[in-house]
Every structure is written in C-alpha cells, then in structure tokens.
C-alpha cells in the first residue's frame, strides 16, 4: 500500500486548501482514513478521520474549519481546509487504519504518506 499526499502550498490566513491523499491497493473502501500533522518543533497531532462507512470525526481545533471525505472510486481521502490561522501551519500526513474503523490514535494507523507541506502566512 502507497499512500500520495498533495495539495500543500503557502496560503495568507483566512484562505483555504485541499488537500488529497491518493491510496494504491484494493478495498481501499474498507479500512479507516486519517490526516495527522506535524508543526515545526511540535509532535505529530490527529487532525480528522474518516471510518469505511464516512463516519468522520475531528480534533476540536479544527472542527468547523476543516473537512474530510472520501471518494472509493477513486481511492482518494480529501481534507478541505478553511479559514486557516498560522496555527495551521506544518506537515499533513494521510494515513490508512488497520481496519475500518479510524481514531485519533497512531497506533491505529499502519500505512503512512510522504506528507504534504502547508504553510499559512500572516
């Protein structure tokens, strides 16, 4: 399994971005999806997860802000990022659960991208 993330970029605050997160492999429909991120200096934190059936849930920071979905037929996990503070800055990284359903935990998590650099200026 090979996880692609794209879409990162410099944004001025308040603007948005979308990122993608393209999945090889098959029954890509069956297993949980998640986007973590990484700031400059800070730990690697849960963003937003998306369940096999669409089910999605978010860290509190970004609830309201940010959205994710899924597209089976394509294989692909999307994150829409709006309203975006310089908080949001660092590395989005996609990641494929180990079963259908998706948390907030690293450990349910066994696939990971490249990550996808976001940069958000004043």
């Known amino acids: 399994v090979q996880l692609q993330a794209s879409g990162g970029g410099l944004v001025q605050a308040g603007g948005s971005l979308r990122l993608s997160c393209a999945a090889s492999?098959?029954?890509?429909?069956?297993?949980?999806m998640a986007w973590f991120r990484q700031a400059p200096g800070k730990e690697r934190e849960f963003v937003a997860a998306?369940?096999?059936?669409?089910?999605?849930s978010y860290a509190d920071f970004v609830k309201g802000r940010f959205t994710i979905s899924r597209d089976n037929a394509k294989n692909t996990v999307n994150l829409q990022m709006n309203s975006l503070s310089l908080e949001d800055t660092g590395v989005y990284y996609c990641?494929?659960?180990?079963?259908?359903?998706?948390?907030?935990?690293?450990?349910?998590?066994?696939?990971w991208g490249q990550g996808t650099q976001v940069t958000v200026s004043s």
């Open positions: 990641a494929r659960s180990r079963a259908g359903s998706a948390g907030s935990l690293f450990s349910e998590y066994n696939y």
């Open positions: 492999g098959r029954v890509f429909s069956a297993y949980g």
């Open positions: 998306i369940r096999w059936d669409s089910t999605a």
